[in-house]
């Protein structure tokens, strides 16, 4: 289908979520069902979007996929110019997945989106705005209602739960205009966190095509202190902790040197140390 007949997505207020102390954030079974080793194979298409990381500032690298990064990739290669996006992505920010969403719809040339892993949560919103959607069978697309770290009283709550349910019908609409499926059901998916594998992305209307075999590769280069950054979020995240913590936790570690080098840091000793004595289920 052609992307431009899908619904805008609906902008976030960030000053409001800033007032209310709201912050967007992954959802831990996102975390646990995404394999980051994951990268698109050798392909001939020049302009590509690689969407291979959680949506939002990184607070590893200090990128991340953001709204700002996408806008900036789509005018280097032109307003006109076909694209390609291989997504893995556990998701993240609502705020920064809905806007790329829109830059996407809006660019005039066409999108072909790839799947080649998970898309979940604003991942998944992403993955939505392709002309031609195509996912590996292995893949998944998973959508959830909205997912945030909140606090306050019950009157705080209750308006923060008010507000929130616009959103989620915007991404019911995104996904059922996608799909064809009814709103109202894929709102029933979305409250119950739903999973759907390759096969049945394409079944459903998520997608158009599976996508072949040999368009999928392992990273020879997985970058170990960044997956163990991944799994410590995980962790952290399963347990509880808001992600503005965990964000200033790694990059406390990430600025602290060992006294045995120039700068480089042992993630794996890193991680070994924090968890040392507490048993987490992952």
Same mark, same amino acid.
């Given at each position: 289908m052609r992307k431009h007949s899908l619904p805008q997505a609906r902008e976030i207020d960030r000053a409001w979520c800033r007032r209310n102390d709201l912050e967007w954030d992954l959802r831990?079974?996102? =975390?646990?069902?995404?394999?980051? @080793? =994951?990268?698109?194979?050798?392909?001939?298409?020049?302009?590509?979007?690689?969407? /291979?990381?959680?949506?939002?500032?990184?607070?590893?690298?200090?990128?991340?996929?953001?709204?700002?990064? #996408?806008?900036?990739? =789509?005018?280097?290669?032109?307003?006109?110019?076909?694209?390609?996006?291989?997504?893995?992505?556990?998701?993240?920010? /609502?705020?920064?997945?809905?806007?790329?969403?829109? =830059?996407? +719809? %809006? @660019?005039?040339?066409?999108?072909?989106?790839?799947?080649?892993? #998970?898309? !979940?949560?604003? $991942?998944?919103?992403?993955?939505? !705005?392709? %002309?031609?959607?195509?996912? $590996? +069978?292995?893949?998944?697309?998973?959508? @959830?209602?909205?997912?945030?770290?909140?606090?306050?009283? +019950?009157? %705080? /709550?209750? %308006?923060?739960?008010d507000t929130l349910e616009p959103f989620d019908t915007a991404m019911a609409d995104i996904y059922a205009a996608r799909s064809g499926l009814e709103a109202k059901a894929v709102q029933k998916m979305m409250d119950k966190e739903t999973w759907i594998a390759g096969a049945a992305a394409v079944d459903q209307g998520f997608a158009d095509d599976l996508l072949p075999a040999d368009q999928v590769a392992h990273d020879p280069d997985p970058k170990p202190e960044r997956t163990a950054a991944y799994l410590l979020d995980m962790a952290l995240a399963k347990a509880g902790m808001p992600r503005s913590e965990r964000r200033s936790l790694l990059q406390d570690y990430k600025g602290t040197p060992r006294a045995t080098d120039d700068g480089t840091r042992d993630a794996a000793e890193f991680v070994s140390r924090l968890f040392s004595g507490i048993k987490l289920d992952l």
């Open positions: 831990p079974q996102a =975390l646990e069902g995404w394999a980051p @080793h =994951l990268m698109a194979a050798a392909d001939k298409t020049e302009n590509t979007i690689s969407v /291979l990381e959680p949506i939002g500032q990184d607070y590893w690298t200090g990128e991340g996929i953001t709204a700002k990064r #996408v806008a900036g990739i =789509l005018r280097a290669f032109g307003a006109e110019t076909d694209v390609t996006v291989h997504i893995n992505s556990p998701g993240g920010d /609502l705020f920064e997945g809905m806007a790329i969403y829109n =830059l996407l +719809r %809006d @660019h005039k040339g066409e999108v072909t989106v790839k799947v080649i892993g #998970v898309a !979940a949560s604003a $991942a998944s919103i992403i993955a939505m !705005a392709g %002309d031609q959607v195509q996912i $590996a +069978r292995a893949g998944f697309l998973m959508i @959830h209602s909205c997912w945030v770290v909140a606090m306050g009283n +019950r009157n %705080d /709550l209750r %308006d923060i739960a």
